[in-house]
């Protein structure tokens, strides 16, 4: 199903880091119209210099951006959400969207803080949203119907791709894509100070190991064959890669790997606790 919300107001509550790539990307792709879309940052000089920039409307009265938008996207820190909400309470309609980015905030918490039963969406985006090579988890709340998830995939799927979820995956969503690209980046950092071991020079091992690193995810995303496949695919018997696979199970990869994204998943958790 297309969506259009050109014809809808849109605010943006909270435009820093994510909040801004998202806006960027919305108005440059032409889902959103400038004339419809309002913005709100803390300080009035950022406000300024974000109007300059993109062309639309910035302050910092939330109030005044939120009460007649369609949707209501909150890019605040996670610890600001509880007072954003508490200026919007009594001042919203069910009529309205909420579409939160803010990580380890549950969709109960905006719905508690609220009087009427507004529509609440909880995305949790990551930074390669910026180049729209995102991946995006959305998870609703407990008002939200299906009409509110496809506004949220249309706005997401501008950078990237988008998957929704059940709202009780959303700290294992946090560990793995939310944490991941610093992993990865560690993977790339890593395969290209082996190259400089090898006799590389920097730039061009560093440039192997990102381009391998972004081949092997377009070939599991295109072909939709299992990792453990594609991997067989490149191991011939009695070969080099085998050899270096060896390597990684004795350095126990695998297992670091899955560690990592376990712990993230529960100080995800943690964090949730802590805002509730
Ligand atoms: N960055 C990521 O990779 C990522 C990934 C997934 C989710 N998120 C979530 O995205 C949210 C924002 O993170 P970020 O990295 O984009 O942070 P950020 O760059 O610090 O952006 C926060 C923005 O909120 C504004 N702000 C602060 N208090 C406000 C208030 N009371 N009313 C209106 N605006 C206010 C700030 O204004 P000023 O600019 O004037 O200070 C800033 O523009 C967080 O909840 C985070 O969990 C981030």
Redesign the pocket.
Known sequence: MVVSLSDKKVAV?????????LLQALLKDGLLSAERTTA????E???RGLAAKLGIKVG?D?LQAANKADVIL?????Q??G??MA?LRGHLSPAQLII??????PNSLIEKTLDVPVPVIR?????PSLLGAGMTALAKGKYAEACHVETATAMFNVVGRTVVVDEKHMDAVTGLS?SGPAYIYIIIESLAEAGVKVGLPRDIATLLAAQTTMGAARVVLETGDHPALLKDAVTTPAGCTVDGIMELEEGKLRVTLIKAVVKAAQRAKELAFAGQ
């Open positions: 509550l909270g435009a820093g880091k994510m909040g801004g790539i709100t940052v803390a300080h000089e950022r406000a910092t939330n909150i890019g605040v820190k996670p600001v959400v007072e954003v200026e939160s980015v803010a990580a380890s905030v995305a949790m985006p990551n930074t939310a």
